[in-house]
């Protein structure tokens, strides 16, 4: 077959044709059939990798603004509410419909999902749906719900807005988890407003996550670009040597790397008790559960992306050029900056960009050394997953630190591979 | 001061900072060692003597030794399992058309990219439904599709170094193709094919977000527990765990370095 690639671009086989029918088996050893065949051997790793994390990605991204929970809980209320202009009192009949949807809600179990999703509505929602339903439930008359029972119940069933938030939530998609994300909401009339200065979170969460990861990236840079160019050009018998004291804590996990961190930098640390015992101090530094923490330790443990990268393509840059810039008359520095650093631009955009890319998606280490407010966006995605249960905000917020890492990784592309790196 | 003199005194200061650093890098991960061999219980130095006592502790312990049984479960499962595949869709790619395969390896690599909260997260709900969360199986599966990129890259690049003079040559003698895959190709690309094998496991035995979201209560893992015990308080037990996990990097990392050692030697032969 024509489009069989010759494996590793040596040049074609000289082989008799007996012993390598071209197109039907390669050169190697492996894979009757041409491009088919080598598709096979490919299929079982996209097949898992389909199933494993692209089909969940994919469900993920749908529960960002998937709204089950109106629809199907309150399916008489929905439709009556359909049929209301959401101005003033809405009709008699979405009283009754409210009323037998959630005595079946409450007989079925689903209360509490439909007063969870409300809640994420307006706060208190919560309390509003599960009392009402429970007491519907234990009136048990099965008579209709007058608008006076329900306010009887509760008050807020007399005013407009209550009804107002239950219609604009009520279809199938939704995009209030996106809203959320972004300090925004729908007011009752439908407009997008942006919520209270006390309850705004998310937008301050984005900068201090975009913040941390550029000062992270910027502090590896710094430091190791200068410790990349002393190694490319220490003498050779030293590389190994050096090269081994990057891989160690690149091989160490990033548990233990925060771990040892903790020890040093906590109230009681080990850096604390030392400059104590030297009496540089008296009582203890503030150094952990901070910014400062989280800084140092990120960077320790994103160092190596850096260094390696860069140490790679360094090793590629003849010294021959920076030298003949010397000759021709350039000072030191200036053939430095103006010949050598040019050369290793692949470097630092692979570098940048891996250690950017991989900073915006920290958990283990801020989580570990950082303090309440030195969180970012996956502690958040982490706490609304386990904890608060809002999977439609923590799959918005997600969606948007995917689509973030996406840009990045599209323009790391533009510069270089992964490969370059690796 | 001549410039050449102002150049060589900043080379010296480049230096100097360059040992810092590397201070920087390696001595938080050994400052800890010695402080699990402690004979007290509290973090100091210098350490009040030495004992074994916090080691013995850790062996003793169900949990953890449910955590390390754990750990050698999962990660040895993602190893063969992200190996076996990874090898495979390593060979197919080096015979596709340049574009396709340009295209699937992108598909490949994606669980490089994806921060790994999405992947616990998103694994979480999908498992759920597929009824694996809680099980070794949704942990493997998870860890697998995290560890073939890292064996993709392993054996793409023993593929890239092999030279086809070896198998020429058998092919020349008569061996049919596949005994000259099987006896010579296969043993050339073993070095390459067994690093993969050691990252796949080293991404697991790594990982502690996918493990929080998919693991129940029997698959704690080791850097899942070691997890839990840090948030509350990091005892002398903690640290001979992040020990032990030290030593395992470093056994890990020595192994990758000898095979890719013997995959130069091979082809410098």
Redesign the interface.
């Given at each position: 077959m024509p489009?069989?690639?010759v494996?590793?671009g040596?040049e074609p086989?000289?082989?008799?044709s007996s012993?390598?029918p071209p197109g039907s088996?390669?050169?190697?050893?492996?894979?009757g059939g041409?491009?088919a065949?080598?598709?096979?051997?490919?299929?079982?790793?996209?097949l898992?990798?389909l199933?494993?994390?692209?089909?969940?990605?994919g469900?993920?991204l749908v529960?960002s603004v998937a709204n089950p929970e109106i629809a199907t809980g309150l399916p008489r209320t929905v439709a009556v509410l359909g049929d209301w202009d959401g101005t003033g009192m809405p009709p008699e009949a979405a009283f009754s419909a409210l009323g037998e949807d959630l005595r079946v809600a409450a007989g079925s179990g689903r209360l509490g999902e439909i007063a969870r999703r409300l809640n994420f509505v307006s706060p208190g929602y919560r309390t509003l749906v599960m009392r009402t339903g429970t007491r519907l439930a234990a009136g048990g008359t099965g008579a209709a719900a007058s608008p006076r029972d329900l306010v009887a119940l509760d008050a807020r069933w007399g005013e407009p807005v209550t009804w107002a938030r239950i219609r604009q939530e009520s279809g199938s998609l939704t995009g209030a988890y996106y809203l959320a994300a972004l300090d925004l909401r729908r007011e009752p009339d439908g407009r997008i407003g942006v919520v209270e200065e006390a309850n705004r979170l998310f937008l301050s969460l984005f900068a201090r996550t975009l913040l941390i990861s550029l000062s992270v990236t910027v502090l590896c840079l710094a430091?190791?670009y200068?410790?990349a160019?002393?190694?490319a050009s220490a003498p050779a018998r030293w590389t190994p040597l050096?090269l081994t004291?990057?891989?160690?804590?690149f091989?160490?996990?990033?548990?233990?790397?925060?771990?040892?961190?903790?020890?040093?930098l906590q109230g009681e640390?080990?850096i604390n008790?030392?400059l104590r015992w030297l009496g540089l101090i008296e009582g203890s530094l503030p150094l952990f559960a901070n910014r400062f923490a989280v800084l140092v330790a990120m960077t320790?443990v994103l160092?190596?992306y850096m260094i390696l990268p860069l140490y790679g393509v360094m090793k590629g840059v003849p010294p021959d050029l920076v030298r003949a810039a010397s000759n021709l008359g350039a000072?030191?520095?200036r053939a430095f900056r103006r010949v050598y650093v040019p050369q290793t631009l692949p470097g630092i955009a692979a570098g940048t960009l891996l250690v950017f890319?991989l900073a915006?998606?920290y958990?283990?280490t801020p989580?570990?050394v950082g303090g309440a407010s030195d969180q970012m966006v996956?502690y958040f995605?982490?706490l609304y997953?386990?904890q608060s249960l809002n999977?439609g905000l923590?799959?918005a917020l997600?969606t948007i630190?995917?689509v973030l890492?996406?840009l990045l990784?599209a323009a790391f592309g533009r510069f270089g591979s992964?490969?370059s790196v690796? | 001061m001549r410039p050449d003199a102002v150049f060589d005194a900043g080379a010296l200061a480049v230096r100097v900072f360059a040992v810092a650093v590397l201070g920087f890098l390696v001595l938080p991960i050994l400052v800890i060692v010695p402080l699990s061999f402690t004979a007290g219980v509290e973090l100091v130095y210098p350490v009040p003597g030495f004992s074994l006592r916090w080691y013995d502790d850790f062996l003793t312990r169900p949990e953890w030794l449910l955590s390390i049984e754990n750990s050698l479960i999962v990660g040895i499962g993602t190893a063969i399992l992200s190996t076996a595949l990874g090898t495979l869709a390593a060979l197919g790619l080096s015979r596709l058309p340049p574009r396709l395969g340009a295209l699937l390896s992108g598909l490949m690599i994606l669980p490089m990219v994806v921060p790994v909260v999405i992947i616990g997260v998103a694994c979480f709900f999908f498992y759920a439904w597929l009824g694996i969360v809680g099980s070794y199986a949704g942990l493997i599966l998870a860890h697998t599709t995290m560890a073939i990129p890292f064996v993709l890259i392993a054996v793409r690049s023993a593929l890239a170094g092999l030279s086809p003079d070896y198998a020429r040559a058998a092919a020349g003698l008569g061996a049919p193709p596949h005994r000259v895959f099987v006896r010579v190709t296969v043993p050339l690309l073993m070095p390459g094919i067994l690093s993969g094998a050691l990252f796949g496991f080293a991404v697991s035995f790594d990982d502690v977000v996918v493990a929080m979201f998919l693991s129940g209560p029997q698959q704690i893992t080791l850097p899942r527990q070691m997890f839990n015990g840090v948030r509350e308080n990091i005892s002398p037990t903690i640290l001979a765990a992040a020990t032990i996990m030290v030593v395992f990097s470093l056994l890990l990392m020595s192994a990758t370095n000898a095979l890719a050692a013997r995959s130069r030697r091979m082809r410098a032969a």
């Open positions: 489009t069989t690639r494996a590793f040596a086989a000289s082989v008799p012993f390598s088996r390669s050169l190697l050893g492996w894979a041409g491009t065949g080598a598709l096979g051997l490919t299929l079982p790793a996209i898992l990798i199933v494993g994390l692209v089909a969940p990605i469900l993920f529960r430091i190791g200068p410790v160019y002393v190694i050096l004291l990057i891989l160690v804590p091989w160490t996990s990033t548990l233990v790397r925060s771990t040892a961190w903790i020890v040093l640390g080990l008790r030392t320790h160092l190596p000072d030191p520095w890319i915006l998606g958990y283990v989580a570990l996956s995605i982490a997953t386990n999977w923590a799959s997600g630190l995917l890492t996406g990784y992964l490969r690796t | -």
